[in-house]
């Protein structure tokens, strides 16, 4: 007989889908974001989003950059209940100015949306993005947005996903037509035909057919489009993958969907069946075995840790996935690393930058606290027990600075800097082998902007960044290394805890280096 604690955590567990859409810029994120609120009735008006992206006013002095350049450096949790499920929504800024902060984020979700422009077929940030998904094995779940414009060939962009992404796909409905001859889709397990009218809301009119073959979809593609119809589908049925759900489930096979999200068009249909395919909250890894979410000692780990919300106060707000048991605000947990226990009374859920006092949170849930300094990247927190999560992967930095401090003076301010900011995740720091230099990887410039301004107005330091032209690390591990060899092609460095990493400038470069230290690992994540 299972408790009512149990049974409780069963039942929030099952209703749980959290999950973080990956896009390239432009792609349509907030605009389907958005969408899926309205759908959740968490906002009533479509553009409060996207009003907030632009409005949000300076929380801190360095959000400034942010408003200046009209982009979202933090990303944020949504949540909302939709036909009785509670979903949770990872946001991960999507300029081009992304951090390794966005990758992290995807560590604590339990699926992706893929969003693709159908003109532009997969960007370079999206196949980033889906190689730290792919890596998890996390199921992938695709949307093709601005079908309402001309876009490229349908079998062409799941080519492109198997040629460039690696993942086969299927498709779960068929345009018909596309750009101003877009009539709608064609939804393959329900046979039914979902036209598209074009003008926001009013949009979806469903007819339900016998299969494509039905004179009904003749009637409504028209004779030409329904042709086409026919034979694409006719391929799909007989060349295409079948939907296996385990493959979806391993991350091997992405369910596609084609839809138009700015006249939310295909973005029900979507919702409904990603919330039923979607994997509910999995248990995670841990140094006592995997914890199951249903049970009922409370656990958690911090996968993000974010500065200075409030520019009164050196206080940061450290993200919480509840991995396992129930939340209850107040509720005495053990800081494991740090060994004490802790009090976690000001807990607080997220909606787009508002910030509410949240009681109860469960497993899949994110929560915010407040953090007077004390949680890093990868902490966990649990109810009664020694247990730890696994690290959290520290990924390769894209761009790279040697530092100086302008004033020698300050050295200490700068060290207490650097350390708080490595601490948050946002800079990684790496020392010459020899003459100890300072060289800091971001993955995105604007981390870099963030870092001069925020060691001048938090700590008083004037640095200057020297950018290098390495593109890339690799962690090395090779007991029987000789640095000599990595002279010539790559500079080799340290990182925080005394590994070696080698940084190069190119592809080429690394080739190279691999082929002169056939002994050695090159890890794209630190060991
Ligand atoms: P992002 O968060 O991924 O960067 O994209 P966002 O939602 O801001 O959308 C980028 C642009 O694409 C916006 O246009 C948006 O209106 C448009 N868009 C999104 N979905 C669709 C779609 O289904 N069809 C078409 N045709 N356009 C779509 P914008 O002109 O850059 O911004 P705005 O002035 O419309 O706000």
């Not at 408790?3 to 409780?8: A, D, G, L, N, V």
């Not at 039942?11 to 792609?27: G, L, M, N, Q, W």
């Not at 037509?177 to 009218?197: H, I, M, W």
């Amino acid at each position: 007989m299972s408790t009512s604690i149990e049974k409780e955590l069963q039942s929030e567990v099952d209703k749980r889908r959290t999950f973080a859409i990956i896009s390239h810029p432009d792609a349509g994120k907030t605009t389907l974001t958005e969408k899926l609120l309205l759908f959740g009735g968490a906002i009533r008006l479509a553009g409060t989003v996207k009003g907030r992206k632009a409005s949000k006013h300076a929380t801190s002095d360095w959000m400034e950059i942010e408003k200046q350049r009209g982009i979202s450096v933090t990303s944020s949790v949504m949540q909302f209940d939709y036909e009785g499920c509670r979903v949770n929504i990872l946001d991960t800024p999507g300029h081009q100015d992304f951090s390794e902060d966005t990758y992290r984020t995807l560590t604590a979700a339990d699926s992706a949306v893929m969003l693709i422009d159908s003109a532009k077929g997969v960007e370079a940030q999206t196949k980033k993005l889906f190689q730290v998904c792919s890596k998890r094995g996390i199921p992938i779940f695709t949307f093709i947005n601005k079908m309402d414009r001309e876009g490229r060939d349908p079998f062409e962009l799941l080519e492109e996903l198997e040629e460039v992404l690696g993942i086969r796909s299927y498709p779960m409905n068929w345009p018909i037509g596309s750009g101003k001859q877009f009539n709608g889709v064609y939804d393959r397990a329900q046979t039914q035909v979902e036209l598209f009218q074009g003008d926001e809301h009013t949009n979806i009119s469903v007819r339900k057919v016998d299969g494509y073959e039905d004179p009904l979809v003749k009637e409504i593609a028209g004779e030409f489009l329904h042709k086409k119809l026919c034979e694409d589908l006719e391929l799909l049925d007989v060349a295409g993958d079948p939907l296996d759900m385990e493959k979806v489930l391993r991350g091997e096979l992405t369910p596609v969907f084609f839809g138009s999200a700015i006249n939310n068009f295909g973005v029900q249909t979507f919702l409904d069946n990603f919330l039923q395919m979607a994997p509910k909250p999995e248990p995670r890894n841990s140094s006592a075995g995997p914890i199951e979410p249903t049970e009922p000692k409370f656990s958690g780990y911090v996968f993000k840790i974010q500065a200075n919300m409030n520019p009164a106060h050196r206080d940061r707000i450290a993200f919480l996935r509840i991995v396992s048991g129930k939340f209850e605000r107040g509720m005495a947990v053990k800081h494991v690393r740090v060994g004490k226990e802790i009090k976690l009374s000001q807990p607080q859920q997220f909606l787009a930058q508002d910030r509410d006092i949240v009681e109860n949170a469960y497993p899949g849930d994110i929560i915010g606290l407040f953090d007077p300094g004390i949680f890093r990247i990868g902490d966990t927190l649990a109810q009664g027990r020694e247990l730890e999560f696994d690290e959290l992967p520290t990924f390769s930095p894209e761009l790279f600075s040697k530092v100086t401090v302008k004033n020698a003076l300050k050295h200490k301010q700068y060290q207490k800097g650097i350390d708080q900011l490595t601490e948050e995740g946002t800079i990684q720091v790496f020392r010459t082998i020899g003459f100890e230099d300072t060289i800091l990887g971001v993955v995105g410039q604007l981390q870099f902007e963030v870092l001069e301004h925020r060691m001048r107005a938090e700590y008083g330091v004037e640095i200057q960044l020297h950018r290098t032209n390495y593109q890339f690390a690799r962690w090395i591990v090779d007991d029987k290394i000789d640095p000599s060899k990595f002279r010539v092609n790559s500079q080799l460095v340290k990182d925080k805890k005394d590994n070696y990493v080698a940084l190069f400038e190119n592809e080429y470069a690394l080739r190279t280096s691999m082929e002169k230290n056939p002994t050695a690992k090159f890890l794209e994540t630190a060991p």
